[in-house]
């Protein structure tokens, strides 16, 4: 699936699935997350697990690299996105 494909499934939905694969495990689990898209990042919240993510949207999946972000004001606008975002109604599709 391409990624433009998932970004249109992004539109319809509050809240993606989120998959990753245990460091020591090596099993795979899900966990529903909420996020924020801004340009090309897709902001999760929280995220945690492996370097690679599967991210399901809809019927959409889209398997990417993922990283956290460390620096505190960049935490601190990415939490302001969410807060920005819940405050908005919610736009079926």
């Known amino acids: 699936m391409a990624a433009a494909d998932f970004v249109k499934a992004l539109q319809g939905t509050e809240e993606i699935e989120l ?6 495990s ?5 966990r529903p997350v909420w996020f924020v898209l801004e340009g090309n990042t ?3 919240l929280p995220v945690q697990g492996s370097d ?3 991210l399901a949207a809809e ?3 889209w398997t990417c690299k993922s ?6 004001a960049k935490v601190h606008d990415v939490v302001e996105s969410f807060r920005t975002k819940s405050e908005r109604p919610f736009a079926a599709s």
Do not use: F, Q
């Not at 990283?67 to 505190?72: K, L």
């Open 67 to 72: 990283a956290p972000i460390m620096d505190p």
């Open 52 to 54: 690679t993510v599967t």
């Open 59 to 61: 019927e959409a999946r």
């Open 19 to 24: 998959a990753v694969t245990g460091r020591v």
């Open 42 to 44: 897709l902001y999760l």
């Open 26 to 30: 090596g099993k795979k689990s899900t």
